[in-house]
């Protein structure tokens, strides 16, 4: 029972996460249970766990609902993420043993050309900073380093809907690892700090556009929509029109 209830939790919250469901939208347990052909009880146990991770809200009688990005604690978490990112990228500075940073190299080396927006390369991005604080030493900081990104994610998808983004971030990342291999402690934190920041403002300026869209007749950013008609299929993978909505507005502030 317990991996079943592990499938359905990780697909819905990749869905959550890449916004094939829209905030507010309604979560139906028995549609769900129906799609996976399960029972409804490993379908209300990762419904709980998403809830308790706080990519759901509960209400009474309607159930469970995508959560609205409450835009002040995704401030809050990417000031806790730059903390624990500096701190890492300064203690790998100095180690003599400072890992395979070659395989890093190699990976961001070649800017794609002609990058298209996607969504997707946030996990590459993940990886990148998880790679280096796990070769910085401290498990507990990449821990809450991994903790961090996962509630950060469903904003941060709007991170790379540009190609311009894109190729800066690539530079971004070789020019933090070049000042890394130099042992360049104050220039690895200043380029780690640039890269975060930008992401940080060309994040919220993007979602908190499209949120301002979705949420026209709602409450403050944290609350759910009431309205059940807003109950809709994922969209496969496919850019949903929130999605959509987030891109263009990002490509207007360029």
Excluded: C
């Amino acid at each position: 029972m317990r991996l079943l209830s592990d499938e359905v939790y990780s697909e819905l919250k990749r869905r959550l996460t890449l916004w094939e469901y829209l905030p507010g939208t309604r979560i139906p347990e028995e549609a769900i249970a129906a799609e996976f052909k399960v029972s409804r009880t490993p379908v209300r146990d990762a419904l709980r766990r998403l809830e308790q991770e706080r990519f759901l809200v509960r209400q009474p009688w309607s159930g469970y609902r995508a959560i609205v990005p409450n835009m002040r604690r995704m401030e809050e978490l990417y000031e806790v993420r730059l903390a624990l990112e500096e701190t890492a990228v300064r203690q790998l500075a100095v180690r003599t043993d400072q890992g395979d940073l070659h395989a890093l190299v190699r990976e961001w080396n070649e800017i794609p050309a002609n990058p298209k927006p996607n969504p997707d390369l946030v996990y590459a991005d993940e990886r990148f900073h998880e790679t280096l604080a796990g070769l910085a030493g401290n498990q507990s900081l990449l821990q809450y380093l991994r903790s961090i990104n996962e509630h950060i994610r469903i904003i941060r998808v709007n991170d790379f809907s540009s190609p311009e983004r894109i190729a800066d971030t690539y530079k971004q990342h070789l020019a933090l690892l070049h000042s890394i291999k130099q042992k360049d402690v104050e220039g690895a934190a200043h380029h780690l700090r640039k890269h975060i920041q930008e992401s940080q403002s060309l994040v919220r300026q993007a979602a908190e556009q499209a949120l301002s869209k979705l949420m026209l007749h709602w409450d403050e950013p944290g609350t759910i929509m009431p309205d059940a008609r807003s109950e809709v299929e994922p969209r496969d993978g496919r850019q949903t029109a929130a999605m959509a909505s987030i891109s263009s507005s990002q490509s207007a502030t360029r």
